[in-house]
């Protein structure tokens, strides 16, 4: 080891975004490479940049190697089990309509054991935002296949390829109600920025899909290279559509990707839906729930 | 021909060997690597059978009912959380006399989240109707995998075959992987007496009513208790065939200890090391490994315990408000000894969610319990609700 002769006193430095996180937790389990962290990271910028209260923000997640992000921020969060995220999260803004509730969770909690809770909260449109990091895979279990993975991918659970055609989640995000659809990847680290704010504003069920590399598992099975190399393929293979008809933006193993915001619509939450229908039927006897009076 | 494997994939070997058709499973750690190998072999044309991914648990044990219920030898594996998730259908596949066959690798139930072993998992299971097989070694998992088949098919119960995580799940050890023309020999294609079949329509799951519900319970009841037969005869069977056999309970030392140890799973081979250690300093010390726990070798387990001073029931388990689960059970079994053949009872409970427990320990435990020292229910190697405080801030 070589040694330096001169002593120079460094300053402490510190991100400046460091106090989202919960220090303790750190450092976190992450591989190198992996684009959950990325994503984390616009959501922080999101939030610092609206200078969002965190007092009125609960995170929660299922489980995976996403689920994790419910550890890490230094906001209310909660860590449910796999796949009931969504379930946890409408029990949390029906007995606090005042939080905002994301839901951050993986492709395999969120559209194979969970994929009923997802489908059903956005029919009710739920006001909830819900954000998929979509890696193609069981990242935390070791790489199985996922209702993501497409066709031809290699999973150890497919160790001849894929042959399961896999879901278009903007599609089916689409059809089932949300008010709010739009996928980017972790090399468009600003548009996801702009894309967490605008579900942080907006009311109803919001779905965010953000295609994220994991090397390990993925990249590594399907020989693909390292995380710099999705971020390339990222930016090469990406269009940006916004408004795009989302029966097409369908994945294919290393095709072109449509990003953009594809739904931006009005639509009653559930909690207004009720309180209306009751307010017709009642009249002033039905006191709204949830909605805060002046007096 | 001999392998060094680890447990789960002795299990993926039983089950290869089994020549079950229809797989359905979900990933789950430590259970992950046991559908994976099967996934190879199916992909591999090393077993002709279906493997399905399904997008749960729950959806993976109706998928093994429904290929069941159509007359297919079926497969599934899980662990902890994903056997709880199970749970409506462990009781359906039971009640619907399936001889479903599923290894559990024991975990912890969140929360906490631990993927690491005790058995609270599928201890929670006991009253489903299913048979239970603790298993010590990589052997005895695919032994018992192979045998749980032959079982269920003859009595129509489904089996759980149990192994610890980790400890069991992901260590190599030398097995000894039998010839695919032997098991055949032991374990003929299912012929189920009753499917659901086109050229004879039939209605499967349907109401029934009070005048009949109680009836099909009590044939549960009944196949349970010939159950144990088959098992000890399915066992020696084995064993004449392939040179091992395990028994409904396993002991080890116990003719003439004063104390003996009782539990389930490794930590029963863990006890053999500290009752060898404990024996050269002269105490008369013995194990009991509970290797069937359902059906309940009640009988079997007095048998080997009558007359001994002491039993120490060391349970990775525990049912809150209660105590370890194998230990009000073996209370249960000794209760009709005449007293002075009755061994003292004590019961300790110890390893949950994966803490160690080593030879020391249970020499240890051993050690206290033969100098009468041990209170009738302990806690062992377990921090104080204060003691734990402030390690906590210790920690900080
Ligand atoms: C009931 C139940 N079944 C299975 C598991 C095991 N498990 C943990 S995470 C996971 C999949 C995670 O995949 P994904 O949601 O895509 O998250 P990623 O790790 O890829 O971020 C599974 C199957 C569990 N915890 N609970
Ligand atoms: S396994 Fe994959 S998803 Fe999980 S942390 Fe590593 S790179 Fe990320
Ligand atoms: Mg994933």
């Known amino acids: ?295 | 021909m001999k392998s060094v494997i680890k447990g789960n994939s002795a299990v993926a070997h039983g089950v290869r060997l089994a020549r079950a058709q229809v797989i359905a499973a979900y990933p789950i750690t430590p259970q992950t690597s046991i559908i994976e190998d099967l996934a190879s072999f199916v992909a591999q044309g090393q077993l002709r059978a279906t493997f399905v991914k399904v997008e749960s648990e729950h959806s993976a044990l109706a998928a093994c009912i429904g290929a069941a219920s159509a007359g297919a030898r079926v497969f599934t594996a899980t662990s902890a959380q994903g056997l709880a998730l199970m749970h409506e259908l462990i009781h359906w596949a039971a009640g619907a006399r399936l001889p479903i066959v599923l290894a559990d690798v024991n975990r912890a139930m969140a929360p906490g989240w631990s993927i690491w072993t005790d058995q609270n998992d599928t201890l929670s299971q006991r009253d489903t109707g299913w048979m239970q097989v603790y298993c010590a070694s990589s052997q005895e998992v695919l032994d018992s995998v192979v045998q749980a088949y032959k079982v269920s098919e003859k009595v129509l119960l489904p089996t759980m075959i149990v192994l610890d995580a980790f400890f069991l799940s992901h260590t190599h050890e030398v097995v000894d992987i039998p010839e695919q023309e032997l098991v055949d020999r032991f374990l003929p294609p299912l012929d189920l007496p009753l499917k659901l079949d086109i050229q004879r329509p039939g209605a499967f799951g349907n109401l029934v009513f009070p005048d009949r519900y109680m009836e099909f319970r009590y044939k549960i009841e009944l196949a349970h208790r010939e159950a144990l037969e088959v098992w000890r005869q399915v066992d020696e069977e084995w064993g004449r065939l392939t040179g091992r056999s395990y028994g409904l309970v396993d002991s080890y030392k116990v003719e003439d200890a004063d104390t003996v140890l009782l539990t389930a799973g490794t930590p029963a081979s863990t006890a053999r090391v500290a009752v060898d250690r404990l024996r050269e300093e002269g105490l008369a010390v013995g194990v009991v490994r509970l290797r069937v726990f359902r059906p309940f070798p009640g009988a079997d387990l007095a048998r080997v315990l009558a007359g001994r001073r002491r039993v120490v029931v060391l349970d990775r388990n525990c049912s809150y408000g209660h105590h370890g689960i194998f230990h009000q059970e073996t209370k249960s079994a000794l209760y009709d000894l005449p007293e002075r053949r009755r061994p003292q009872l004590v019961g300790v409970i110890a390893g949950l969610g994966g803490r160690d427990i080593t030879a020391g320990d249970i020499a240890a435990i051993l050690r206290k319990a033969s100098h009468g020292e041990l209170a009738p229910v302990s806690w062992w190697n377990v921090l104080q609700p204060e003691e734990e405080l402030e390690a906590a801030v210790a920690c900080k």
């Not at chain 1, 300053?11 to 959950?36: A, F, K, S, T, V």
């Not at chain 1, 598992?217 to 916004?242: A, F, I, P, T």
């Open chain 1, 1 to 295: 080891m070589s040694s330096l002769a001169v002593n120079v006193e460094l300053p402490e430095l510190q991100n400046p975004l460091m106090p989202y996180l919960r220090q303790d937790r750190i450092p976190h389990i992450w591989c190198p490479g992996c684009g959950i962290g990325t994503s984390l990271n616009a959501f922080i910028r999101a939030l610092d940049e609206m200078q969002f209260d965190l007092n009125k923000l609960a995170v929660v997640s299922g489980i995976g190697c996403t689920g994790r992000v419910a550890g890490y921020l230094n906001v209310d969060s909660f860590h449910t089990t796999h796949g009931r995220a969504i379930p946890f999260a409408t029990g949390l803004k029906l007995g606090n309509p005042d939080l905002k509730v994301v839901v951050y969770s993986g492709d395999g909690d969120l559209f194979a054991i969970g994929g009923n809770h997802f489908i059903h909260a956005a029919r009710r449109n739920m006001d909830l935002f819900v954000v998929c990091v979509n890696n193609f895979t069981y990242g935390m279990t070791g790489g199985q296949v996922a209702p993501t993975t497409p066709l031809g991918a290699t999973q150890t659970t497919m160790p001849y390829g894929n042959f399961e055609p896999p879901f278009n989640l903007p599609y089916l995000a689409d059809s089932c109600g949300a008010v709010y659809v739009a996928r980017w990847t972790v090399y468009h680290v600003r548009q996801l920025t702009r894309a967490f704010k605008e579900g942080l504003s907006k009311k109803g069920f919001v779905f965010l899909e953000v295609l994220s590399p994991c090397p390990t598992l993925y990249s590594r099975r399907n020989r693909l290279g390292d995380g710099v190399e999705q971020l390339k393929y990222y930016k090469e293979k990406s269009v940006v559509k916004n408004g795009a008809d989302t029966r097409d933006v369908g994945l294919s193993f290393q095709g072109d990707i449509v990003v953009g915001t594809f739904v931006n619509r009005e639509r009653p939450t559930w909690l207004e839906a009720m309180n209306e229908h009751f307010s017709q039927r009642f009249g002033d006897r039905y006191q709204p729930y949830g909605v805060h009076r002046e007096d």
